[in-house]
């Protein structure tokens, strides 16, 4: 089937922006879980009898150590809280943008090494083809919003385009056989961009801190408690190891999925009504 390209669209005065994070999030995730897990071996070297004896006579005491995790956990979530510069919806941001970029580069310096022999000139008829299409899109987003740069890799067999934090845009060729037309290329690649104006890969950094500062809240508290059933404290233990993913990663990914599909679709519609009003300028 004939592909269908897009024409150039000029750019745009409206952008996306990236938002403000809380930059010592990450040091006070960091000393929170070393309390943690410091009580915790505490708690779990504390014959048992003792520790039973303890909490009987001093169950005040008890709960009050019990929640301070709790307590620094809330005091972690409060200082990296951020918004959604599109959605407006509320997040959590534990990387800044500086470490973001150089986690992005690294990435790209191990992609490029992987890929190296396959990775296309710029007057490759692959890279002509992508080009228009990647360049529609960042015109919505903006130029300056990241240092784009479109990398084509011939590999058939791999059917796949990422956009990395700082803006690179792999496009592999076994995903331009699979799609018909550039507006399902088009459809990938705004998907893939949406992530990086959401900033979705930090994000997803911070989201897996907290899961894990709550699971291990859990543990502790199930360990502390559990003083004469050792069994079904490692029982419920395992239970909610297993049931981690399902309750807090799996369903948080799907929602980013979702919001970056909204996004990716807001993108497509706007190049469109700048195409159709470019042609009607050359009609007229």
């Not at 071996?41 to 005040?60: D, G």
């Not at 083809?129 to 987003?141: D, G």
Request: include cysteine.
């Amino acid at each position: 089937m004939a592909r269908v390209g897009f024409n150039r669209c000029p750019p745009v005065t409206a952008h996306f922006h990236s938002s403000a994070v809380a930059r010592k999030a990450l040091l006070v995730t960091g000393v929170t879980m070393g309390i943690i897990q410091g009580a915790r071996a505490a708690v779990t070297a504390i014959p048992i009898l003792y520790r039973w004896n303890f909490f009987k006579k001093y169950p005040k005491t008890m709960w009050s150590l019990a929640a301070l995790p709790g307590v620094a956990v809330v005091a972690v979530v409060i200082s990296s809280l951020d918004e959604h510069p599109i959605t407006s919806r509320s997040r959590l941001m534990f990387v800044d943008e500086a470490t973001e970029m150089e986690l992005s580069a690294q990435e790209e310096m191990n992609l490029v090494s992987s890929f190296n022999a396959k990775i296309v000139p710029d007057k490759h008829p692959l890279h002509a083809m992508v080009e228009p299409v990647a360049l529609n899109l960042i015109h919505v987003v903006g130029r300056e919003y990241r240092n784009w740069r479109l990398v084509v890799v011939d590999s058939p067999e791999t059917v796949n385009a990422m956009v990395l934090p700082a803006g690179t845009i792999f496009v592999f060729s076994g995903l331009l056989n699979q799609t018909e037309t550039l507006s399902e290329l088009a459809g990938v690649l705004a998907h893939e961009i949406a992530h990086v104006v959401s900033r979705h890969g930090a994000e997803t950094v911070g989201v897996d801190v907290l899961l894990r500062v709550v699971w291990d809240i859990a543990h502790s508290v199930l360990y502390t408690f559990s003083v004469n059933l050792p069994m079904i404290a490692d029982i419920s233990g395992r239970t909610l190891d297993a049931a981690a993913p399902l309750l807090g990663s799996r369903p948080y990914s799907r929602m980013l999925e979702s919001e970056a599909d909204e996004i990716g679709i807001y993108m497509m519609a706007a190049v469109c009504i700048r195409n159709y009003f470019l042609l009607y300028l050359q009609i007229v």
